[in-house]
């Protein structure tokens, strides 16, 4: 079974500030697939980033960074200088080979990340 | 990426009826998923929708309460039945365009709140 953890629930930080929201996972599948999704307050998911597994190679595109360490199991988010826009829900995600022959997501719980102005 | 709607956006219910939720695609997607969301908590799925065969449903979710039609690539509905209050949620369709690499694009989502 595939699992998920998102051990921070809330985070909050002031505008400017650098944030890392971790992201830590379980599968016993050697392929598998990561995700980040963004939840604003609108509701809608919005997909960041997909990294697989045979892939560490960390990743930028703008502010926003990604962290996959195999041995560690984690796939750490990090956003640099943290803006108002970018408070909302963040869930990682996980798809395993074995999931399943719809490969469906697990989730994490979810971080609220809050940036105040 | 792909563009799906959604619709309604919200509704708000009385409970004993039912609400069916559309979710549109602008274009032909294999694999349609249907997630709810309680609040404050993370994204359950309910059930795979395939074109030309029954939806996959997952434990704790069953055809009766929440039927699902996948009448062709583009567009897939579902129905809650029978509602309570415990059945207000988020209600989020999700298609995955590219199997070699699981993405699901979401839709906007269905903000149902049941009196």
């Known amino acids: 079974a595939q699992k998920v953890t998102q051990a921070q629930t809330e985070i909050s930080v002031v505008e400017k500030e650098d944030v890392t929201l971790d992201c830590v996972y379980e599968?016993?599948?050697?392929?598998?697939?990561l995700f980040w999704y963004k939840q604003p307050p609108s509701g809608e998911l919005v997909f960041l980033i997909r990294?697989?597994?045979?892939?560490?190679q960390n990743e930028i595109s703008g502010r926003y960074s990604w962290n996959f360490q195999k041995s560690t199991s984690s796939f750490n988010f990090t956003i640099t200088a943290s803006q108002v826009v970018d408070s909302a829900v963040y869930f990682c995600?996980?798809?395993?080979?074995?999931?399943?022959?719809?490969?469906?997501?697990?989730f994490g719980s979810g971080t609220q990340l809050t940036v105040l102005p | 990426s792909a563009v799906i709607s959604q619709k309604p956006s919200r509704d708000i219910c009385q409970r004993g009826t039912s609400l069916t939720i559309q979710c549109q695609v602008d274009?032909?997607?294999?694999?349609m998923f249907w997630y709810r969301q309680q609040p404050g908590q993370s994204l359950t799925l309910i059930a795979t929708?395939?074109?030309?065969?029954?939806?996959?449903?997952e434990s704790g979710f069953v055809i009766d309460k929440f039927p699902i039609s996948r009448p062709n690539l583009t567009f897939s509905t579902l129905t809650v039945s029978n509602m309570s209050p415990e059945d207000s949620s988020i209600y989020l369709c999700?298609?995955?365009?590219?199997?070699?690499?699981?993405?699901?694009?979401f839709g906007p989502g269905t903000r149902l709140t049941v009196l």
């Open positions: 274009s032909q997607v294999t694999m």
């Open positions: 990294r697989n597994s045979f892939d560490e």
């Open positions: 599968t016993r599948d050697t392929t598998y697939y």
């Open positions: 995600a996980l798809s395993a080979f074995s999931s399943g022959s719809a490969r469906q997501l697990t």
């Open positions: 929708a395939n074109q030309g065969s029954e939806a996959t449903y």
């Open positions: 999700s298609v995955q365009r590219d199997r070699a690499t699981d993405t699901q694009y």
